[in-house]
Nanobody, 127 residues
Framework: GQLVESGGGSVQPGGSLKLSCAASGFTFDDYAIGWFRQAPGKEREAVSCISSSDGSTYYADSVKGRFTISSDNAKNTVYLQMDSLKPEDTAVYYC?????????????????????WGQGTQVTVSS
């Protein structure tokens, strides 16, 4: 199985982008799926995640109120709607999926070996 991200690009501050993370070769049943990002010279950080079982979500404080994660289990796809983008949102965004991982651990855990990672998609916010 694999995850494929799409939807990255370049936007001006205040703009919007919608990222997609599509799974192939497996279904999202009982998976935690989330988005991480890594900017040059910085550590990877968790952005948001969602449970395919009950739809519960987590968000980083830096994106609350601006980003919205959603899932379409029928399409095995998770989305990240990003509004009011800021230059500090510039990073490579990766999605990850992990079977049956408690969502809190998926989001806050360290040194977690996730089942699947996508290849990443670049988001650049600049005027």
């Amino acid at each position: 199985g694999q995850l494929v991200e799409s939807g990255g690009g370049s936007v001006q501050p205040g703009g919007s982008l919608k990222l997609s993370c599509a799974a192939s070769g497996f279904t999202f049943d009982d998976y935690a799926i989330g988005w991480f990002r890594q900017a040059p010279g910085k550590e990877r950080e968790a952005v948001s995640c969602i449970s395919s079982s009950d739809g519960s979500t987590y968000y980083a404080d830096s994106v609350k109120g601006r980003f919205t994660i959603s899932s379409d289990n029928a399409k095995n796809t998770v989305y990240l709607q990003m509004d009011s983008l800021k230059p500090e949102d510039t990073a490579v965004y990766y999605c990850a999926a992990d079977w049956s991982r408690p969502l809190r651990i998926f989001f806050y855990g360290k040194n977690i070996k996730y089942d699947y990672w996508g290849q990443g998609t670049q988001v650049t916010v600049s005027s």
